[in-house]
């Protein structure tokens, strides 16, 4: 995603010249959290854990941002703003457990959830610190700034992995997954999620997570040929005027 990132962000990085070192210290903390244990954490837990296990805790994320956001940063969070949270949370959990709400009291706790647990956490502290520590630099050229420095940190977490897990080795296949991620998740995901920061703060841009679950859905119909059932409709119609009623505006705000 960086070799991407840099050709449109050098201009702005040259602009501003060489980061403080506040700014190399956040941009070090912010890639740590959002490039590395965000992302690496989630495939460790993935081997162990189930993807209702993993949708589950990660619904937890907006609603920890949008609490964390109203009490450390001071942002104003009406009871709108809560009703909306709670109807989007409903809706995922509806999608999560296919309509069976009873499947989460046959839920088992294994290893993996630990790894899940530590990175809803930390995309909780990567969101908030993202807000609490303001840059003057444009969103994209911070954003990749942050991933420069998360690159710095992972690859020596690599080649250490790659000495310690036998038959490993890169193949074609690999490499164009690896191009697909880095453009769509990797560089657009995170570019949008910075300038929604920016835009709505942190405590709306958390509940704009559960449209997660949405487009899993439409793309799987669309490009695996899954079928949408009743409660992908059902979610969905929780899920979006949730996220309605926790970013819209009121007048002349």
């Known amino acids: 995603a960086l070799c991407f990132m840099i050709p449109f962000a050098w201009p702005a990085l040259k602009r501003h010249g060489m980061p403080s070192k506040q700014e190399w210290i956040d941009s070090f903390v912010l890639g740590g959290l959002g490039m590395w244990i965000c992302g690496a954490f989630v495939y460790y837990g993935g081997r162990s854990t189930s993807a209702l296990n993993i949708g589950l805790m990660y619904a937890l994320s907006p609603v920890l941002i949008a609490l964390l956001s109203a009490l450390w940063l001071k942002e104003r969070f009406h009871l709108r703003q809560v009703l909306g949270v709670c109807l989007a949370f409903t809706g995922v959990i509806w999608i999560v457990t296919r309509g069976d709400l009873l499947a989460m009291s046959s839920m088992q706790w294994v290893e993996g959830d630990l790894w899940i647990a530590a990175a809803v956490l930390c995309w909780t502290a990567y969101s908030l ?15 990749s700034l942050i991933t420069a420095c998360g690159v710095v940190i992972l690859i020596p977490l690599t080649w250490i992995e790659s000495q310690l897990v036998p038959d490993w080795r890169i193949s074609w296949e690999g490499l164009w997954l690896a191009v697909i991620a880095a453009l769509l998740p990797g ?22 997570l559960y449209l997660g679950p949405l487009y899993a859905g439409v793309m ?21 005027p949730g996220i309605y009623l926790v970013t819209v505006r009121k007048a002349g705000a």
């Open 129 to 143: 610190l993202l807000r609490q520590r303001p840059s003057s630099r444009d969103p994209f050229a911070r954003l």
């Open 187 to 208: 560089f657009g995901a995170y570019q949008a999620y910075s300038y929604m920061q920016a835009q709505l703060g942190a405590a709306r841009t958390g509940v704009v």
């Open 220 to 240: 799987g119909w669309l490009l695996l040929e899954q079928s949408i059932a009743g409660f992908h409709l059902l979610g969905a119609a929780l899920i979006l």
